[in-house]
């Protein structure tokens, strides 16, 4: 038998008897006041009943130390564990020296890699990637849609002046005793049944004004002997305005710090839509970098191709020389002093092919750690059985930039400034709040009621007070006042700090602004100084090449004819592997120093035709923002003393 059940059976008590309601009401007072602690212990001893039917018993819990529990490391379980294998992303086996012949060639030009990145890159990679060891640090395509979606977004800056609804019903019983009759309106002992039905309407607007219509509707019933009806309704319907004639007046405070803002707390529509628009600079910035850093791999894995050419080259050069000189000591001509060095440079050219075509760990970029980097940042598997290979010719021609033009448009294309112009603007906009909110609360308030009052809420409407809502509408009670309240801080030392604070505030990041183009026209300066040493740089290797190459062959057929050691030759060939290697690493760096002078000039998306815009608008946002713009042209608003401009316009237009 259940707990419940015994418990039922030790309640029950004996029926009232009709010939008696004062012992029936005492009996249903003490069965109800005797059921609440009886309650309490079922409520109690089912908890207890489900902790021990429970797959866990008390017991074994007793018996295992605490430590089993607090220690153990464990896999949480997800809604979707399909979804967060990872299997989907497993690739072939990955490219080594043994089976690099294997592989087939992925020709792709610079062009296709960027296209491929920002198609693939959910996550915005960048070079030494950081996704796995600090992923909350990695910018991503959801950040955007997440801070439009956040309470910190406009949508939520714009609901503070969305309509509020409230409603509400209570119904109450009361029995009192009273020692004096006046007190108990005539009686004794008052007993009342009464009901309280509220609803208000509020709305706030931007320029201050509060709306409220509240109505309340009171049902009453009582024993008292002075009443005039047993029971009655009593209605009240109420429209309040408050209009704040200094803090908190006009659209310009309302829109830069919220409604019933207080200094130094500024959370309203346009500080939201420019920390909207800031981070919007940091995925355009993700976004660049990503370019950028999808160029420099393309760069270095076209060096690796060519250096890896070079070595090989060196090494099938240096093979002949061994040969050649094993073959005139075989014969008993050479010496072997000269076989046994042949043979080491040799074996020195194929180490460097090797860790040219694979990298090593001291940071030598190689074809397949280039490749591999490349693939991370275009967002695809490391190892599918092909080796991307560039088909973009690098640039070898001079380029000649403009210098007046370049520091004009680094200026007013880098993001980084037009983002420390949204903080600029966002300060300056405070410091305009700060300024009218350092002021006292001087509100006008007015409001208009009109009640009804019946022993029936609809009843009987041909006598007096025999209907609350046809009283309500005949509009015979009225009510209504209008006043002023005043309110504030003596001295106001709070205002006056959040002004000074704004000032500071606004003055940093000014100066933020001044230092960040100075510092843009330095890195300006050292690029371009850059460009010029890469291509002379280039121009002198390439001419060391010419002279390696016209110095190895008359090396080799004077080794040949005997009139030199194979010394000779074997250090022409290294310096002629390092000549060769020096000139491709030289057109890798020009090519870079390019590309971070677009970089630094900020064309580098828009040499891309790369373009940030906002998504398709529906229909119904088109037809408001048409008709909105319509109202205003034809009809401007009034000038306010408050609708203060803003000291700048921003940026950019958004």
């Known amino acids: 038998m259940s707990y419940l059940h015994l418990l039922m059976q030790k309640t029950q008590m004996p029926s009232p008897t009709l010939n008696n309601a004062k012992t029936s009401r005492s009996s249903r007072r003490m069965r109800l006041r005797g059921l609440v602690p009886i309650l309490l212990g079922v409520v109690t001893l089912i908890g207890c009943a489900s902790q021990a039917n429970s797959n866990l018993q008390f017991e074994q819990i007793a018996r295992t130390p605490c430590q089993s529990f607090l220690q153990q490391i464990e896999t949480p379980d997800l809604a979707c564990e399909a979804c967060t294998t990872g299997d989907e992303l497993r690739t072939t ?42 992923p909350q640090g990695v910018n991503t395509l959801y950040d955007q849609a997440i801070q439009e979606t956040s309470l910190a977004s406009v949508e939520d800056a714009l609901s503070d002046f969305d309509a509020q609804l409230a409603s509400s019903f209570t119904y109450g019983r009361s029995e009192r005793e009273f020692n004096n009759l006046f007190f108990g309106g005539g009686t004794p002992r008052l007993t009342s049944n009464t009901s309280n039905f509220n609803t208000e309407l509020s709305k706030q ?79 355009e910035v993700s976004v660049r970098d990503l370019v950028r850093d999808v160029e420099r791999a393309y760069w270095e894995l076209y060096f690796a191709y060519r250096d890896l050419d070079t070595k090989i080259a060196a090494r099938e050069s240096s093979r002949e020389t061994w040969e050649n000189r094993k073959l005139r000591f075989d014969n008993g001509i050479g010496r072997p002093d000269d076989e046994a060095q042949a043979r080491q440079q040799y074996f020195s050219f194929k180490a460097q092919a090797q860790n040219a075509l694979t990298g090593t760990s001291a940071g030598q970029v190689g074809v397949i750690s280039a490749e591999r980097s490349l693939r991370r940042l275009l967002g695809i598997g490391a190892a599918d059985g092909r080796l991307i290979r560039p088909a973009t010719e690098p640039v070898l021609a001079p380029v000649a930039f403009d210098w007046d033009q370049s520091q004009t448009t680094a200026l007013q294309s880098r993001v980084e400034i037009r983002r420390q112009k949204w903080t600029v603007s966002q300060r300056e906009l405070e410091l305009l709040a700060a300024k009218q909110l350092n002021k006292w ?11 009804g009052f019946g022993d029936n809420l609809f009843g009987s409407r041909d006598r007096n ?76 290797n390439f001419n060391a090449r010419v002279a390696a190459f016209d110095e190895l062959e008359p090396k080799r057929q004077r080794v040949e004819e005997g009139q030199d050691q194979v010394f000779f030759l074997l250090d022409a060939q290294s310096r002629t592997a390092t000549a060769e290697s020096a000139v491709h690493r030289a057109v890798a760096d020009y090519n870079q120093a390019l590309l971070n002078y677009t970089y630094v000039s900020g064309d580098l998306l828009s040499q891309y035709n790369i373009r940030l815009t906002e998504g398709p608008w529906d229909s119904y946002a088109n037809d408001r923002a048409y008709e909105k713009a319509q109202r205003q042209k034809n009809q401007p608003a009034p000038g306010s003393l408050n609708d203060l401009p803003a000291i700048s316009a921003g940026a950019q237009l958004q």
């Open 93 to 134: 086996t990955p490219l080594t020296i043994s089976n690099y012949e294997d592989t087939a060639s992925w020709d792709m030009t610079i062009d296709e890699c960027v296209e491929m990145a920002l198609a693939n890159s959910k996550v915005l990679q960048k070079l030494g990637g950081v996704v796995v060891s600090t």
């Open 205 to 283: 607007t931007a320029a201050g004004t509060a709306f409220t219509m509240r109505s309340t509707t009171i049902y009453d019933r009582n024993s008292s002997p002075a009443n005039l009806f047993g029971s009655t309704f009593d209605i009240l319907n109420l429209l309040e305005v408050r209009q704040p004639l200094l803090r908190g007046r006009g659209t310009a405070v309302n829109r830069i710090a919220g409604p019933n803002a207080v200094p130094g707390q500024y959370d309203g529509v346009l500080i939201r839509r420019i920390r909207s628009d800031i981070s919007l600079a940091d995925f």
């Open 441 to 451: 609360r001087f509100d006008v308030v007015g409001q208009y009621g009109f009640r």
């Open 465 to 540: 007070n025999g209907s609350a809502v046809s009283e309500l509408f005949e509009g015979n009670l009225d009510d209504w006042s209008l006043g002023v309240e005043l309110g504030g801080s003596i001295g106001n030392r709070a205002g006056h700090l959040a002004i000074r604070n704004a000032e500071l505030s606004l003055a940093r990041e000014r100066a933020v602004l001044k230092e960040q183009q100075r510092q843009i026209l330095h890195d300006l300066n050292a690029a371009y100084t850059e460009v010029d040493r890469a291509i002379e740089t280039m121009k002198t």
